[in-house]
């Protein structure tokens, strides 16, 4: 039996970007509360939440035959209010250890949702014959820009996290059922590659460029998740709402950036574009870091959640594009080396923020947009084809 809206294939594929955010982004505006209840600095904090991309990776590497035996429609379903459980039960957590353990199977559902929405992105943009792979992912920036309202409005209503967060499953799960209980996946792709991409796809000398050009929007884009909220109270303590807010403003700015990028793309090429950005996230970055009270850094954070925008998934089509591999490959190796590379995000810049202070967990951003600006040529010059207007 199926229930739920009666909606597009690609509007379908928005949806579900947009509830999954939803209900991944909840927890982040909510950190400053979860640290103080646990008693610990940024930098056991950092170690706690690294079970989140710990999980993720796994389930990148190993889920996809078990989802293929479950069936897409089922495991969708299923995997997003799951979610919510899952992040419920990790803000009880009384340590670090323990928020650690319970966030790894967070990071198992994230990495299987992630498989199932960008496969289903990518079968349903072959199949209504238009791109809507960066729609999409507006649209998760759209949810996570949600949560990072609601969170910060749950705050300054005084709820504690635990009475939040077990708010937001019976939400997730409503919006599910609405937007995604009518889903059938897409058919794949005609035509597919039968090639079997390894589990560990060694990344190749021009895909290790690729990366470089990655690693400053992948760190500044997690640092404004986890650490936006605590930046905000331990430089000014505005109250839970405004430190909150810079969560929901970044994720607003990346959101909007992601709608119009493609046709700046095709105008002015992947590298002009890129190299654009990346002077964007420069100037976000140097703002938080000097900003001298709350208002400035929120303009800090917008622009951080431009320049962040669209680096990555760049980095992905021109991974896609290189022939020196079968395409599969070279994004496989990409995709999983950045992620190897994000897992390391979370200890360090919790670890700058308690050794240096939290300004520093930004800071090191300037030296890898340097890098990101100097290797951007490796992008390309080739324009892409414009995004039909038909949605």
């Known amino acids: 039996m199926q229930f739920g809206l009666h909606l597009a294939p690609q509007h379908r594929v928005y949806a579900a970007f947009a509830v999954y955010s939803f209900t991944l982004g909840n927890i982040f505006p909510r950190l400053p509360q979860i640290q103080h209840q646990m008693g610990v600095g940024e930098a056991a904090l950092g170690l706690g939440l690294i079970g989140t991309p710990i999980g993720t990776l796994i389930a990148l590497t190993f889920a996809a035959p078990l989802l293929d035996r479950i069936g897409y429609r089922r495991a969708l379903l299923g995997a997003i209010p799951l979610l919510s459980v899952f992040y419920f039960l990790a803000v009880l957590s009384p340590n670090p250890i323990v928020l650690f ?4 199977p967070v990071g198992l559902l994230i990495g299987s949702i992630e498989l199932m929405i960008n496969l289903e992105a990518d079968r349903t943009e072959h199949a209504v014959g238009f791109r809507i792979m960066n729609r999409a992912h507006a649209f998760w920036s759209i949810g996570f820009f949600a949560a990072g309202l609601f969170g910060a409005a749950m705050g300054q209503l005084g709820l504690s ?142 622009l951080l959640g431009f320049g962040t925008s669209v680096i990555f998934p760049l980095a992905m089509s021109a991974a896609a594009q290189r022939t020196d591999r079968p395409a599969a490959i070279n994004v496989a190796a990409l995709a999983q080396t950045s992620f190897v590379v994000f897992l390391l ?47």
Not at 370 to 385: D, E, M, N, Q, T
């Open 101 to 104: 353990a319970l966030l790894v």
């Open 161 to 302: 996290p635990q009475v939040h967060l077990l708010i937001v499953i019976p939400l997730s799960l409503i919006g599910t059922l609405l937007f995604l209980g009518r889903f059938e996946p897409s058919p794949n792709r005609a035509g597919t590659s039968t090639e079997t991409v390894p589990r560990f796809a060694a990344p190749s000398g021009p895909i290790m460029v690729l990366v470089g050009v990655t690693l400053c929007a992948m760190l500044m884009e997690g640092a404004s998740a986890d650490w936006s909220a605590i930046y905000m109270r331990n430089l000014f303590d505005p109250g839970p709402f405004v430190a909150g807010i810079a969560v929901a403003v970044f994720a607003f700015f990346q959101a909007s950036t992601r709608f119009f990028a493609d046709r700046f793309v095709e105008r002015y090429s992947p590298t002009g574009v890129a190299r654009a950005l990346l002077t964007v996230l420069a100037l976000g970055t140097l703002i938080v870091f000097f900003s001298p009270m709350p208002e400035v850094s929120l303009v800090g954070f917008a």
């Open 345 to 391: 995000g979370p200890p360090l810049l919790g670890g700058i923020a308690q050794e240096l202070g939290i300004r520093w967990s930004y800071g090191i951003g300037l030296p890898l947009i340097v890098l990101g600006f100097a290797l951007a040529g490796a992008f390309g010059s080739r324009p892409v084809p414009h995004e039909s207007p038909a949605e």
